[in-house]
């Protein structure tokens, strides 16, 4: 298992590096968050052990066991799944990076519950960047007035945008999606000069994320495995 997992992250790095090339970016241009959800702790102490230090989790519950039982490591936490109102606290206290903010409420309970003391808490604005109808994140006109509602807030730091785009077999198609985020980016750094992160990209995608300038990549399966279905 540990050779696998260690196999696997120098198969995405050197993945991650040529992309980064074929762009004519540098290869440090864009940090991989290695999606640990469902894993048990022992694969993250692997991953870190080959030299991941940023890990990100969508089940608040299962994340806060995680990084109890993972507090010896010096770890970056980033919360990357769905945030119900009533649970931003834990999140406020215990993670580093949150990129699923889609409403200004969250933005504010969380600006309210960081705890003084500590940096701001990271954030990416999430976008529904395909209009999905079932998907999480705002509408890409919604962006620029939550932005700037979010930017003023003193307990996180809005940082930029996240999005998962529509599945697509078609390179070209998931490429537009990646560019429209880009481009919203830039929109936003008009007005709010600054913003330096596009969360964008997963195992299936991650060439053109990174061909439109992804910044952060999210992987998991490509890292660790297929992941069991989760029960309902
Ligand atoms: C699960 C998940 C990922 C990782 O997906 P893989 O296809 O396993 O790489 C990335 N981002 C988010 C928001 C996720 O929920």
Redesign the pocket.
Known sequence: MITSISENIDQVSAQIAKACHLAGRSSDSVSLLA?S?TRPAEDIRAAYACGLIRF?E?YLQEALDKIEQLSDLPLEWHF??PIQSNKTRPIAEQFDWV??VDRFKIGQRLSDQRPPGMAPLNICLQVNISREESKSGCLPEEAPALARQLSALPGIRLRGLMA?PKASDDEQEQRRAFADLRHLLQQLNSDLPGLDTLSMG???DLNPAIAEGATIV?????LFGA?APKNA
């Open positions: 999606v959800k990100g969508n990357i799944g990129h699923s998962i997963m195992s299936g999210r992987i998991g399966t490509a992941r």
